[in-house]
């Protein structure tokens, strides 16, 4: 299975964000559009079903953290807007954040997944550009909604889920929660 860790985001934040994107799908509508939110913490890529027992025992050593509040804020690209790849919403937490991510890292790291070479840059996936020239009004139209705040929520667990990829696009499924009251494996 293709996997990652990420932390879940809620309701009320994924309900601003499609509403930005909607604004944002009527100048730049070749893009492609994500319609499921989470804030990745690591992509591990293809994990084999024998080796999951052990990764999922392992992530269980990183869950326990104090609870943070992370705020969804502003817009921006990857790399940057003069070569555009990725639309993204940014998040803005305290050190904790980074923190659990650097932790996560660190376990996943001991089972052999290689480490990531750019520093953690927590952020929302809108959009993937195939063709890196920015339409003008979508340069412009996220440049007036850089402090647009789309609602902030407490972190309190994570989750490692699995990604299908279709030709619609990504389907995500939980795996295992971990934090909260008690890790759970999803059957």
């Known amino acids: 299975m293709r996997a990652f860790v990420a932390i879940e985001v809620p309701p009320n934040v994924r309900a601003a964000i499609t509403l930005a994107q909607t604004r944002f799908r009527k100048v730049a509508p070749h893009a492609r559009w994500t319609s499921d939110f989470h804030l990745t913490l690591k992509f591990l890529g293809p994990v084999a079903d024998p080796h999951l027992p052990t990764m999922i025992e392992t992530l269980?050593?990183?869950e326990r953290f104090e609870?943070?509040?992370v705020v969804a804020r502003g817009f921006g690209f990857f790399p940057n807007s003069h070569r555009p790849r990725v639309l993204w919403a940014g998040v803005h937490a305290p050190?904790?954040?980074a923190e659990l991510a650097a932790r996560i890292e660190d376990a996943m790291a001991g089972l052999g997944?290689?480490?990531e070479q750019r520093e953690f840059h927590p952020h929302l996936t809108l959009a993937?550009?195939?063709?890196?020239?920015?339409p003008p009004a979508l340069e412009t139209l996220v440049e007036r909604s850089r402090e647009?705040?789309?609602?902030?929520?407490?972190v309190s667990e994570f989750f490692l889920w699995e990604s299908r990829l279709s030709p619609e696009g990504s389907n995500?499924?939980?795996?295992?929660?971990?934090?909260?009251?008690?890790?759970?494996t999803s059957q």
């Open 113 to 115: 997944y290689p480490r």
């Open 67 to 69: 609870k943070f509040t």
């Open 172 to 184: 995500y499924r939980k795996v295992a929660r971990f934090g909260g009251a008690e890790a759970a």
């Open 128 to 134: 993937r550009f195939k063709d890196a020239r920015l």
């Open 60 to 62: 269980a050593s990183s």
């Open 148 to 154: 647009e705040v789309l609602g902030a929520f407490e």
């Open 95 to 97: 050190p904790a954040l």
